[in-house]
């Protein structure tokens, strides 16, 4: 017995499509129109994400004393994102060294077997910040990685 053309040849390829499933991709095409199209991929520039009321906003809290760290925590953007925004809107960049009592609360931690990370996050301050503050306190660093106990 001999099949059909059509599941044995490499001929049928060529012949046109049957009506029935040309139909049914014309309704598909139809049906394409009418659905949402995809939202654009999220954009990795900063200035592109920022909505200019939010980097007023950004703009307007550094003006008003919120340090560099925590705006970067807020509103999730790395310290060099912040900085470049604030300097591409002309604001003055400020150095705000830690207080007294910061820096008195900063040995005591440290000295306590807090790390200089933890310590910046409590006090709002960079690590640098931190370690420098604890450096001018004559406090003796140990090397990093290593949690020392109270009991040392």
Do not use: F
């Not at 925004?85 to 007294?100: D, F, I, N, S, Y």
Request: glycine share 8%; hydrophobic share 35%; net charge positive.
């Amino acid at each position: 017995m001999v099949g059909g053309v059509d599941t044995h040849s490499n001929k049928s390829r060529s012949l046109p499509p049957p009506q029935l499933q040309l139909q049914s991709l014309a309704a598909l095409a139809v049906a394409a129109k009418d659905l949402p199209s995809e939202p654009a991929p999220k954009s990795w520039s900063v200035r592109r994400r920022l909505t200019p009321e939010l980097v007023a906003e950004i703009v307007a809290k550094y003006v008003s004393g919120v340090g560099t760290p925590q705006l970067c925590r807020d509103y999730q953007l790395s310290k060099y994102s912040i900085l470049k925004l604030l300097h591409g809107q002309g604001v003055k960049m400020r150095r705000q060294p830690l207080t007294a009592s910061q820096r008195r609360n900063a040995a005591r931690l440290y000295q306590d077997g807090e790390t200089i990370d933890t310590i910046a996050v409590q006090l709002g301050a960079s690590y640098g910040r931190v370690r420098e503050a604890l450096i001018e306190a004559g406090v003796d660093l140990h090397p990093p990685g290593r949690r020392r106990s109270a009991a040392v």
